[in-house]
Every structure is written in C-alpha cells, then in structure tokens.
T-cell receptor, first 116, second 113 residues
Framework: GAVVSQHPSWVICKSGTSVKIECRSL??????MFWYRQFPKQSLMLMAT?????????EQGVEKDKFLINHASLTLSTLTVTSAHPEDSSFYIC????????????FGPGTRLTVT | AQSVTQLGSHVSVSEGALVLLRCNYS??????LFWYVQYPNQGLQLLLK??????LVKGINGFEAEFKKSETSFHLTKPSAHMSDAAEYFC???????????FGKGTHLIIQP
C-alpha cells in the first residue's frame, strides 16, 4: 500500500511553454502533498507543501507564480511550470502523506523535465 | 528548523564488508529521522525510519540505524555489503506536523567486487 505515481515520467518542452506534472496517491487519501526539486547529483530541496482544497505554501526562494501547485482532491496534486526556461530543467519529485502522519511521506518516481 | 549533515559524499566498501553511512542532525523539536535510497533516475525508497520508539531501527535489505540523541546521530549500517547496494543514500529529518523533509546532501555508496 501507499503508492504514489507521477505523470509524465519525463518531458521535454521548449523554452517559454508551460508543462504540467501530475502526482497521484493510488491507494490512500493524501491530505498533504509535497513537491521537491533535485538537481543532478544533488539533494532534494522542498519547493512547496499543499493541503487538499487550500493554497500551497511555498518555501523561501520558490516563485509561486512560476511553479503553480494545485491540490484539487485527496488523491491528486499538480505542479505547473509556467514559461519554462532551461534553468528549470530538473528532476521533480512529489510525495504524499496521510492524515495524522504527515511526517511519513511516500514518494513518487519523479519527473525529469528538460527545457530546450 | 532542522538540518542534516551527511559525512562523506562518497563511500567505497568491498563486497561483503561493513557499510557505515554517517548522518548527524539538528532539530529544535524531537525529530523524526529517515534513510532513503535512490537508484539512478528513480524516486526515493524508504529504508527505515525513527519515530521516537525503539532507538535501534531495522529496515529493509538488511539495513539498520541507531538513534543517538546525545550524539545527534542516526548512522546507517549493514553488516555485509552487496553489489546491489550501490546507490545514493539520503538521510532526512522532519519536525513532524505538516513539515516537509529536510534532506542531507546524500552519500554515494560504491561497492567494489
């Protein structure tokens, strides 16, 4: 149990376009979802935290207008990278947690974004 | 606020030898501590977690870690390394609540035949 999926697993887009990444909890209700970013050979950095039905909380230095997060249901959160630039190329990983156990996060397989 | 320090960006051991990956943490509240493994181009797999129960935690694939509050450490060990253990390992800390995880920089484990 506690499976999280992401779609797509990899995406290539042109500079200036927008791309949406989906994160789904397949067999549990995720009251909280998290989005992380990982640069090559580096650690994961928390970008934002989202709770179902409310606005996401962004970490310092993360542009909320560029990285739009929507947590529309208890099983789906989306990250939209708007007006993408090559420096947005990265590995984006989501995680989800259940109610009452937000410290225990289940990670998706990640999405590799390449902006050309 | 929490932080994690992983000593050694690369650790190399021979197959069959002891694996020791070091993690020290800083937390203003009682921490929850985690070890994750990541294979190339994949997400994170949870190896084990400490959530204020037993200080010696056993995880998957023969790994275990011991929480030592006095040393603010949570080192990961495995008695006998296997070639399939070669991967990137991350230590992470959470303060609980709705906090995201704070990760260390990771340790790349190399297994020599």
């Amino acid at each position: 149990g506690a499976v999280v999926s992401q779609h797509p697993s990899w995406v290539i887009c042109k500079s200036g376009t927008s791309v949406k990444i989906e994160c789904r909890s397949l067999d549990f209700q995720a009251t909280t979802m998290f989005w992380y970013r990982q640069f090559p050979k580096q650690s994961l950095m928390l970008m934002a935290t989202s709770n179902e039905g409310s606005k996401a909380t962004y970490e310092q230095g993360v542009e909320k207008d560029k990285f739009l997060i929507n947590h529309a249901s208890l099983t789906l959160s989306t990250l939209t990278v708007t007006s993408a630039h090559p420096e947005d190329s990265s590995f984006y990983i989501c995680s989800a947690s259940r109610s009452g156990k937000t410290y225990e996060q289940y990670f998706g397989p990640g999405t590799r974004l390449t902006v050309t | 606020a929490q932080s994690v320090t992983q000593l050694g960006s690369h650790v190399s051991v021979s197959e069959g030898a002891l694996v020791l990956l070091r993690c020290n943490y800083s937390s203003s509240v009682p921490p929850y501590l985690f070890w994750y493994v990541q294979y190339p181009n994949q997400g994170l797999q949870l190896l084990l977690k400490y959530t204020s129960a037993a200080t010696l935690v056993k995880g998957i694939n023969g790994f275990e870690a011991e929480f030592k509050k006095s040393e603010t450490s949570f080192h990961l060990t495995k008695p006998s390394a296997h070639m399939s253990d070669a991967a990137e390992y991350f230590c992470a800390v959470s303060g609980g609540g709705a906090d995201g995880l704070t990760f260390g920089k990771g340790t790349h484990l190399i297994i020599q035949p």
